[in-house]
């Protein structure tokens, strides 16, 4: 029964992190960080595309993975 319990926490703590964090940076396909606020998801994902020119840097919604933004250099 304690098993159980300890389950369901961990599935709600993972429901409430996607919905406190619904924006995340990737290189590629490779996941980079999650973010609560669309702004510092976007600056760091400039940051990543500085350190790596050549890859697909961009910020995806955590909950339907769509793409919000793909960063280029400027």
Request: hydrophobic share 40%; no cysteine; proline share 3%.
């Amino acid at each position: 029964m304690v098993l159980a319990e300890v389950a369901n926490e961990r599935r709600r703590s993972r429901k409430n992190n996607t919905v406190s964090r619904p924006y995340e940076v990737r290189i590629g396909s490779s996941r980079q960080g999650a973010f609560a606020d669309l702004r510092d998801a976007i600056a760091s994902a400039r940051i990543a595309k500085q350190e790596h020119p050549s890859a697909l840097v961009a910020v995806t919604d955590r909950a339907t993975g769509q793409l919000v933004i793909e960063i280029d250099l400027l």
